[in-house]
């Protein structure tokens, strides 16, 4: 099976509500500014990498915001539906396959571009608690084309990671050995 891979900057965390569930499902929303050759149908694989403007690694303001790193945030999974997010936008959500994120749902919106992309069809969002989602989803997203990615992480998709936060206690210790060596 190909995996597309999706460049897509982080916008938003949000709660879906979907039937039969009591609580709120989290959920992330991206935006992709660089362009697309195509949008993903529903049934297609990706994966989303997300931008990180470069000059936040390098502090280097003639770089400019329109150069990228990416990162992996582990999502990978199927787009389980697509459709319109405003005039000229077009949202869809995958159910990510990767769960040691926490986020079992992620929604990425993108510009539309009628030379390139098909328009999604009406069948392309069949569960209509999503439909909902992606159509109230408003995200205003510019079109780069003259963005550029540095993307190291390779052309398959990259191996699943277990995402944890450091242990506090390493921190505190070393705290309190620098407070008590060269405090």
């Known amino acids: 099976m190909s995996t597309t891979r999706i460049y897509a ?9 979907l039937p039969n569930q009591p609580l709120p499902v989290p959920a992330h ?3 992709a500014p660089v362009p697309m050759d195509a949008c993903p149908r529903r049934g297609d694989h990706v994966q989303v990498v997300a931008l990180s403007p470069l000059i936040y690694r390098t502090l280097d303001v003639p770089l400019g915001t329109r ?4 990162y992996d945030p582990q999502v990978v999974g199927v787009v ?3 459709c319109w997010s405003g005039p000229s936008r077009v949202a869809f959500a995958v159910k990510n396959e990767r769960m ?7 929604v990425v919106t993108v ?9 999604p069809a009406d069948d392309d969002c069949p569960l209509g608690w999503l439909k909902d989602c992606l159509e109230t989803r408003r995200s205003e997203v510019e079109v780069q084309h003259d963005a ?3 993307d190291k992480l390779g052309d398959e998709p990259t191996p699943l990671v277990s995402l944890q936060y450091p242990d ?3 921190w505190q210790r070393d705290q309190l050995l620098t407070d008590h060596f060269f405090g």
Do not use: K
């Open 9 to 17: 900057r982080w916008e938003d965390h949000l709660f879906l509500s």
């Open 29 to 31: 929303a991206y935006n």
């Open 67 to 70: 150069i990228y790193d990416v």
């Open 80 to 82: 389980e539906g697509v």
């Open 100 to 106: 040691t994120t926490g986020v079992p749902w992620v």
């Open 111 to 119: 510009p539309f571009n009628r030379r390139t992309m098909a328009p």
């Open 148 to 150: 550029v990615v540095v």
């Open 168 to 170: 506090p206690r390493v």
